[in-house]
């Protein structure tokens, strides 16, 4: 199975503040990768696929970049919405494997 | 509205089964892949399994692979999980998601989970 690690698993910032969130996978997934934003007590949201593409209705303040193994979540001008659990996904191959979360909290 | 919504968790005692259904609302159910994914307490999210359009490709993750079987029923709009020899290690929020396919600027499709429901937690205890 294709592992996934997130860095860090936590961090603490501001708001107006940049953050970024790194995702590394174990083998190269070209750009098969998702990003996820989960609050607690709620269902994770669907923010990014195929590594930079936002999907629709998620703010430009969320950008993504990363091909092969190195990937990257941006968000630039943290809101305080947007204080949760950020977790990357691989859908390059089977199983489909999560990174273990990043917490971004005040 | 779009829409799933998962049922049937409980407490269960170890070596027992369940099963776990997904209704789906406001799309077209048969058209899409649906997934299994789950999260323990305090921890992080796990892909559990997935199944095609038709349910004719399943596909598990290594740790439930023997003893879940994922199904669904498109006239009844209706996705499950059945869940047998379970083990402590399995308690969990367990979500069904839509696996759709998004297309970037080039044309290229990338599997997503858009929709999810709001999750039913299942406890393996004595």
């Known amino acids: 199975a294709t592992q996934m690690t997130q860095s860090p698993s936590s961090l603490s910032a501001s708001v107006g503040d940049t953050v970024t969130i790194t995702c590394r996978a174990s083998q190269g997934i070209r750009t098969d990768l998702g990003w996820y934003q989960q609050k607690p007590g709620e269902a994770p949201k669907f923010l990014i696929y195929g590594a930079s593409n936002l999907q629709s209705g998620v703010p430009s303040r969320f950008s993504g970049s990363g091909s092969g193994t190195d990937f990257t979540l941006t968000i630039s001008g943290l809101q305080p919405e947007d204080f949760a659990t950020y977790y990357c996904?691989?859908?390059?191959?089977?199983?489909?494997?999560f990174g273990q979360g990043t917490k971004v909290e005040v | 509205e779009v829409q799933l919504a998962e049922s049937g968790g409980t407490v269960v005692q170890p070596g027992g089964s369940l099963r776990l259904s997904c209704a789906a609302s406001?799309?077209?159910?048969?058209?899409?892949?649906m997934t299994w994914i789950r999260q323990a307490p305090g921890k992080g999210l796990e892909w559990v399994a997935n199944i095609r359009k038709d349910g004719s490709v399943t596909k598990y993750v290594d740790s439930v692979e023997g003893r879940f079987t994922i199904s669904r029923d498109n006239a009844q709009n209706s996705l499950y999980l059945q869940m047998n020899g379970l083990r402590a290690e399995d308690t969990a929020v367990y979500y069904c998601?839509?696996?759709?396919?998004?297309?970037?600027?080039?044309?290229?499709?990338?599997?997503?989970?858009?929709?999810w429901g709001q999750g039913t937690m299942v406890t393996v205890s004595s």
């Open positions: 996904l691989q859908d390059y191959s089977y199983p489909r494997t």
């Open positions: 406001g799309f077209t159910f048969s058209t899409y892949w």
């Open positions: 998601a839509r696996d759709s396919n998004s297309f970037d600027p080039k044309g290229y499709y990338y599997d997503t989970f858009d929709i």
